[in-house]
């Protein structure tokens, strides 16, 4: 894996389907791209020079694969949270000046690495607001959001319940010149709010609020220049 003027990919609003957050069965909504092949010949079928023409030469598809590489080597998982610049980053957003650091391999994912930076004013009570700054190497926390862990969070995400979600996956401009695309994952009650930035090479930047009115548009700016941070 939205309020800025946006070219939406998938549903917007609340739907149904399975999203695990924390420990939290989340019900939003699930897309289905369907490919239908709607060209018309007056033959019926493509001539072997239109079919010829239509494979991509060996320097063309050498030329593609060297960009991809390019592209997944552009971004880094950062050391530590002062390294990714989060304090700065997140900002008037942080709840609470208590910064929380947890990073190193992900359980159950085989060369996945994550580091993870949440801001709180230090209490694990249910309910208390955080702002944390994830970024994740070879994973993807939107398909497996089990790898996103709040500190001081286990209390209230230790059940599974149904809730109403937004769910929306689309891109903007910002997005389209890090080479990525973003999908939000919000309940409808504003309780908890997702912003995941898919960047080139399995590497993601997440930014979430539990329990605070934070914006969108907020998240997207936190998630950008996150990724400005670690570009190489």
């Not at 969070?153 to 996956?169: C, K, S």
Request: charge should be negative.
């Amino acid at each position: 894996m939205r309020l800025i003027p946006s070219t939406p990919l998938s549903c917007l609003g609340t739907a149904v389907a399975a999203v695990v957050i924390g420990g939290v069965v989340l019900v939003g909504c699930d897309v289905v791209d369907l490919d239908l092949d709607l060209s018309l010949s007056s033959g019926g079928a493509d001539s072997p020079e239109e079919e010829a023409s239509a494979s991509p030469s060996p320097e063309d598809a050498e030329g593609t694969e060297e960009q991809e590489e390019e592209a997944a080597s552009a971004y880094g998982l950062p050391e530590s949270c002062e390294a990714a610049n989060a304090t700065q980053i997140v900002g008037d957003l942080a709840p609470g000046p208590v910064l929380t650091e947890e990073s190193g391999p992900i359980e159950g994912i085989e060369d996945a690495e994550q580091l993870s930076c949440t801001f709180s004013d230090g209490g694990t009570e249910p309910g208390t607001p955080s702002f944390t700054l994830v970024f994740t190497s070879g994973a993807d926390p939107s398909a497996n959001p089990d790898v996103v862990q709040v500190p001081g969070a286990e209390a209230e995400m230790n059940w599974e319940v149904d809730v109403d979600v937004d769910v929306d996956t689309y891109h903007t401009e910002d997005s389209d010149d890090l080479g990525g695309d973003l999908e939000y994952v919000g309940t409808v009650d504003g309780s908890s709010k997702h912003l995941y930035l898919q960047l080139p090479g399995d590497f993601h930047v997440t930014a979430i609020a539990y329990f605070d009115d934070v914006e969108r548009g907020d998240l997207e700016k936190v998630v950008f220049q996150a990724a400005g941070q670690i570009r190489g």
